[in-house]
Nanobody, 124 residues
């Protein structure tokens, strides 16, 4: 069982930056692929980025490539999402998710554990 708690969301102006954190419980964090998803009002939850258990491989949605960076610290059981050059269309609730696998997982249905989400609002 893994419990995930996101933090770091807030209100930021267009072009600004935010860093989200996701703290995980459990002693097997390093064996999980970790992902970030987001969901805007009236829209489906969408894949943002994911990172392999070792941190050596990352995947990004085209919409965030070059602006967002995912990283993890297995010693701290934490995954991070650095978001730069934020746009109003990045406004959403951001969710951290985990699945114990070695393959690429970009579909929400492929993840077993979810955090409660943190709101990110990009507005002037």
């Amino acid at each position: 069982q893994v419990q995930l708690v996101e933090s770091g969301g807030g209100l930021v102006q267009p072009g600004g930056s935010l860093r989200l954190s996701c703290a995980a419980s459990g002693r097997t964090f390093s064996t999980y692929v970790m992902g970030w998803f987001r969901q805007a009002p009236g829209k489906e939850r969408e894949f943002v980025t994911a990172i392999s258990w070792s941190g050596g491989t990352t995947w990004y949605a085209d919409s965030v490539k070059g602006r967002f960076t995912i990283s993890r610290d297995n010693a701290k059981n934490t995954v991070y999402l650095q978001m730069n050059s934020l746009k109003p269309e990045d406004t959403a609730v951001y969710y951290c998710a985990a699945v114990r696998t070695i393959v690429v997982v970009t579909a929400p249905s492929g993840y077993d554990y979810w955090g409660q989400g943190t709101q990110v609002t990009v507005s002037s």
